[in-house]
Nanobody
Framework: QVQFVESGGGLVQAGGSLRLSCVAS?????MAWYRQAPGKQRELVAG???????NYADSVKGRFTISRGNAKNTVYLQMNSLKPEDTAVYYC?????????????WGQGTQVTVSS
């Protein structure tokens, strides 16, 4: 069974930075970060493919960077210039798969709170 464990969240002031980490229980070629804010649907934040090409939501372009660790079961999300609207629970999961597959593997996530 594939499991994802996210860490690194916390409380930060607007303009600050955080680095999130995710460890998967197996090596995964393509991984992504998602987030869910209160009262909103979960959304894709950033994804990294097997060839290390990356994709970002428009709302985070230029501020967030997704990267992969040397061990191919780890992915990071460097978040700079944080805004209050970035407040959400952040999750990692497979990238470029359907909702049914994603739904089987959501972890606990890590809470990011940005104060104004």
């Amino acid at each position: 069974q594939v499991q994802f464990v996210e860490s690194g969240g916390g409380l930060v002031q607007a303009g600050g930075s955080l680095r999130l980490s995710c460890v998967a229980s197996v090596i995964i070629n393509a991984m992504a970060w998602y987030r869910q804010a209160p009262g909103k649907q979960r959304e894709l934040v950033a994804g990294i493919s097997s060839g290390d090409s990356t994709n970002y939501a428009d709302s985070v372009k230029g501020r967030f960077t997704i990267s992969r660790g040397n061990a191919k079961n780890t992915v990071y999300l460097q978040m700079n210039s944080l805004k209050p609207e970035d407040t959400a629970v952040y999750y990692c999961n497979f990238y470029n798969v359907g909702a049914t597959t994603l739904g089987r593997f959501w972890g606990q996530g890590t809470q990011v709170t940005v104060s104004s």
